[in-house]
């Protein structure tokens, strides 16, 4: 069975790099599966996790990605992973928050980016969730 | 017999000094390392974002994303300051002020107004003492770079940018070029210019898009900004540490020369004090 290359980067660091002959990922619109000599494709991920068939292995490889970006080629597969959660009230909150530590040089969090922060931590633990679910499923 | 005690005292607290900018220099040189591992591990993504970038602009010529919007006249700049969080790293963060001062006045010369963007206390610091339009800031990084703490203050002038409040981003940072070297650095974010679009594909192909390819090049307009200010700041990180490390190397140095100094002043003084007491119990002796 012919293999395509996978990389999973993210601005901080490689996460992952290997071979892979079947991958899913959590496209924004829905779960798309990838074969090699797939036509080129970009397209947005959400939060969640990306499951690859490896070759010469039964277990299937998980990563798990705070969103981020999926360019498809015939024979590789690129996953521009975000490292923090991303989200347009997010990022305004973070914005109105580093306004603030400008205004007034504090350090405090304020309680619009700790409920932002809330909502970002509880993807997080959704995310690790699925992962978890869907290990639980392949055991049984 | 207590000759010099003052120089026995001043010898001590030297020594004490040097104890502590000999540790801090370990310190420094054991995350030196590991801040230029995160620095160079920064560096697929921004190269990965780029080359996806460069096709998608390519395939698409007009996209008319308001980031990628140039103005002809520039009335208002936004300049992004880097700085570190604590002092006592040698003239890395005066160097980076400087350049970023000189650009200041160039600026305001061609009657351009500036809203500063700080990142690190000194840069705060710095820029509220010149009264400067701080617009946002994020401060106590710590020694990791973490791309969380960036995303509200460039949300900010983005979005200014975006809104055509500003004609221009700049960011200044100190550029790491080895242990010895740190180099204070000046770059355009915004608009972007032609070099952060270099087109490798002669062959015309294209993508699918998913949902479509405007909301898909913002995407990575906005990563690739990050990522070029997220490689900046672990840059200037690893900047910090070497710029200390050498600072405190050179005041270890110092304080070791200092010691030396003030041993050969206390000795000459006890040498002096044994003289004096010698030649007066015989100069006692023979009045006897």
């Not at chain 1, 990563?63 to 992973?81: D, F, K, N, R, Y």
């Not at chain 1, 993807?123 to 978890?132: C, G, P, R």
């Not at chain 2, 672990?234 to 003030?262: F, W």
Request: hydrophobic share 45%; proline share 4%; charged share 25%.
């Amino acid at each position: 069975m012919s293999k395509m290359h996978v990389e999973v980067v993210s601005t901080e660091q490689l996460i992952y790099s290997g071979e892979a002959e079947f991958l899913v990922a959590p496209a924004l619109e829905g779960e798309i599966g990838v074969y090699p000599r797939h036509v080129p494709l970009l397209t947005r991920i959400k939060p969640g996790v990306l499951r690859m068939t490896v070759p010469g292995s039964k277990e299937e490889v998980l990563v798990a990605v705070s969103g981020g970006m999926l360019e498809v080629q015939p024979t590789h597969i690129t996953v521009l992973a975000d490292t923090a959660i991303r989200g347009e009230d997010l990022d305004e909150a973070r914005a109105n928050e580093a306004k603030r530590a400008a205004e007034e040089s504090l350090q405090h969090a304020t309680d619009d980016l700790s409920t932002a922060k809330a909502h970002a931590a509880l993807a997080v633990a959704i995310a690790q969730l699925k992962a978890l679910d869907y290990l639980k499923k392949r055991v049984h | 017999m207590a000759v010099g005690k003052e120089i026995l005292t001043k010898i001590r607290s030297v020594q004490n000094t040097q104890k502590i900018t000999r540790a801090m220099q370990m310190v420094s040189t054991s995350k030196m390392r590991k801040t230029q591992e995160r620095m160079r591990a920064a560096r697929p993504y921004a190269e990965k974002v780029r080359t996806v970038m460069a096709h998608l602009a390519q395939a698409n010529a007009d996209l008319g994303h308001p980031l990628l919007a140039r103005r002809d006249v520039v009335k208002r700049a936004g300049i992004i300051l880097v700085s570190s969080d604590k002092g006592l790293c040698g003239g890395l963060n005066v160097n980076s002020f400087k350049r970023f001062y000189a650009k200041v006045k160039e600026l305001q010369d061609q009657n351009v107004e500036i809203d500063v963007c700080c990142l690190g206390q000194k840069a705060l610091a710095a820029t509220q003492r010149a009264r400067l339009n701080v617009v946002a800031s994020a401060v106590q990084l710590g020694d990791i770079p973490k791309m969380d703490k960036l995303i509200g203050p460039l949300t900010v002038l983005f979005k200014q940018y975006a809104e055509g409040e500003l004609d221009a981003v700049y960011i200044v940072y100190s550029g790491f070029i080895n242990t010895m070297k740190q180099e204070p650095t000046i770059e355009q974010l915004l608009p972007l210019t032609p070099h952060h679009m270099v087109v490798e594909h002669s062959h015309s192909w294209d993508y699918l898009y998913e949902p479509d390819a405007p909301s898909l090049m913002e995407f990575l307009v906005k990563r690739y900004l990050e990522s070029v200010v997220y490689q900046a700041l672990a840059e200037n990180m690893a900047s910090e540490q070497a710029a200390r490390m050498v600072a405190m190397k050179a005041a270890t140095d110092n304080a070791g020369n200092t010691i030396k100094q003030l041993r050969l002043v206390y000795n000459k003084a006890r040498q002096a004090a044994i003289t004096t007491e010698l030649s007066e119990i015989v100069a006692g002796a023979a009045a006897v």
